[in-house]
């Protein structure tokens, strides 16, 4: 079984970065492609990004597309997601997943794997 753990969520204001972490455990942790999603209250999980195993091939949301990078350090077992210029509307909990789906997918059905998640919380 496959475990994950995220941090580096946080209350920042608007224009602020943050860097998620998403450290994994149990299997070996470069078998997995990695994604983040996000969810807000009253929302549905919302895909933001993934990467395959070696971090060569990613996707992105539109919404994340050139403020959001997702990377790894598969020496360290972690995934991370780095975001800038936050605005209010990224306001969400934050979860990272891992899928043994080779080609990098979006379909949130594909991830078997799930952290507890991380808040982030952007004020004006």
């Known amino acids: 079984q496959l475990q994950l753990v995220e941090s580096g969520g946080g209350s920042v204001h608007t224009g602020a970065s943050l860097r998620l972490s998403c450290t994994a455990s149990g299997r070996p942790f470069e078998t997995y492609q990695m994604a983040w999603f996000r969810q807000s209250p009253g929302k549905e999980r919302e895909y933001i990004a993934s990467l395959n195993w070696s971090g060569r091939d990613t996707k992105y949301s539109d919404s994340a597309k050139g403020r959001f990078t997702i990377s790894r350090d598969n020496a360290k077992s972690t995934a991370y997601l780095q975001m800038n210029d936050l605005e209010p509307g990224d306001t969400a909990v934050y979860y990272c997943?891992?899928?043994?789906?080779?080609?990098?997918?979006?379909?949130?059905?594909?991830?078997?794997?799930w952290g507890q998640g991380t808040q982030v919380t952007v004020s004006a």
């Open positions: 997943a891992a899928t043994g789906v080779a080609l990098v997918t979006s379909w949130i059905n594909d991830y078997d794997y």
